[in-house]
Nanobody, 127 residues
Framework: QVQLVESGGGSVQAGGSLRLSCAAS????????MGWFRQAPGKEREFVAAISRSGGSTYYADSVKGRFSISRDHAKNTGYLQMNSLKPEDTAVYYCAADPTASVSYFSLRDYEYDYWGQGTQVTVSS
C-alpha cells in the first residue's frame, strides 16, 4: 500500500510559479515510479509528468515541457512538481500517483497503470 498526500496548490496569475508536493508513506519510496496527472473541469484526466523509481529518468507532456520539472527526494519520501511560467490552461486539479509495478528505469504515461492516487490539489491560473 502507498498513501499519497498532495499539497502546494493555489491561485496564481499567469506567468507565476507553484511547487506541488506529494508526501508518500507505506511502501519503500524507491519501489515505485511516480507520475503527475491533471484534470480540468469537463475534461478527461491527462498525463503531466513522470519520474522513474530512481529519479534518473523523467518525461513530460508536450504542453508542459520546458516549464514544469518533476523530482523526488528519497530522504523525505516526497515527490515534487515545480511549475513555472504558468498559463490559464494549466488550471486543473493535480494528482500524484504511484506505480509499484514499474521496473527501475520505467514509468508509464497511462493513468490506468498507476495503482495509488492522492486526493488532488487545485491549481488555478488567472490571466
Amino acid at each position: 500500500q502507498v498513501q499519497l498526500v498532495e499539497s502546494g496548490g493555489g491561485s496564481v496569475q499567469a506567468g507565476g510559479s507553484l511547487r506541488l508536493s506529494c508526501a508518500a508513506s507505506g511502501r519503500t519510496f524507491s519501489s515505485y515510479a511516480m507520475g503527475w496527472f491533471r484534470q480540468a473541469p469537463g475534461k478527461e484526466r491527462e498525463f503531466v509528468a513522470a519520474i522513474s523509481r530512481s529519479g534518473g529518468s523523467t518525461y513530460y507532456a508536450d504542453s508542459v515541457k520546458g516549464r514544469f520539472s518533476i523530482s523526488r527526494d528519497h530522504a523525505k519520501n516526497t515527490g515534487y512538481l515545480q511549475m513555472n511560467s504558468l498559463k490559464p490552461e494549466d488550471t486543473a486539479v493535480y494528482y500524484c500517483a504511484a506505480d509499484p509495478t514499474a521496473s527501475v528505469s520505467y514509468f508509464s504515461l497511462r493513468d490506468y497503470e498507476y495503482d495509488y492516487w492522492g486526493q488532488g490539489t487545485q491549481v488555478t491560473v488567472s490571466s
